[in-house]
């Protein structure tokens, strides 16, 4: 989500908070995020301030730039806020390569 959002979200979601706002480099990621858990599932919410991700093939950090201006709106604990398009979630999923997010991309395209 843009970075000046993020705050926002953050407090608003703060009884839902599973894993603090911080950021981490982890798994191939290297942003700002918090997971909340809301209504039996997890939601992780990240900030558009600079995130990167490790592309599988070549171990190379690569800047992830996301576009806002084709985002889809979705109403979360009362606010409306961007979404990343389903076509860009898979283009930086399949990037990184890992089990998890190539299961992810599958469900997504067959869901499509």
Avoid: C
């Avoid at 809301?38 to 690569?62: C, F």
């Avoid at 800047?63 to 409306?80: C, H, K, N, W, Y």
Wanted: charged share 20%.
């Amino acid at each position: 989500m843009p970075g000046e959002h993020f705050s926002s979200v953050v407090q608003a979601g703060q009884a839902f908070v599973s894993k603090a706002a911080a950021h981490r480099q982890e798994e191939g990621w290297d942003l700002t995020y918090v997971q909340f858990k809301y209504e039996g599932a997890k939601v992780e919410v990240g900030s558009a301030d600079g995130p990167r991700i490790l592309e599988a093939g070549n171990q190379t950090w690569i800047p992830l730039d996301i576009d806002f201006s084709r985002d889809e709106t979705v109403q979360l604990l009362g606010m409306a806020l961007p979404l990343m398009l389903k076509e860009a979630l898979v283009r930086y999923t399949s990037a990184l390569a890992r089990s998890v997010g190539i299961q992810d991309v599958r469900s997504i395209l067959e869901s499509t």
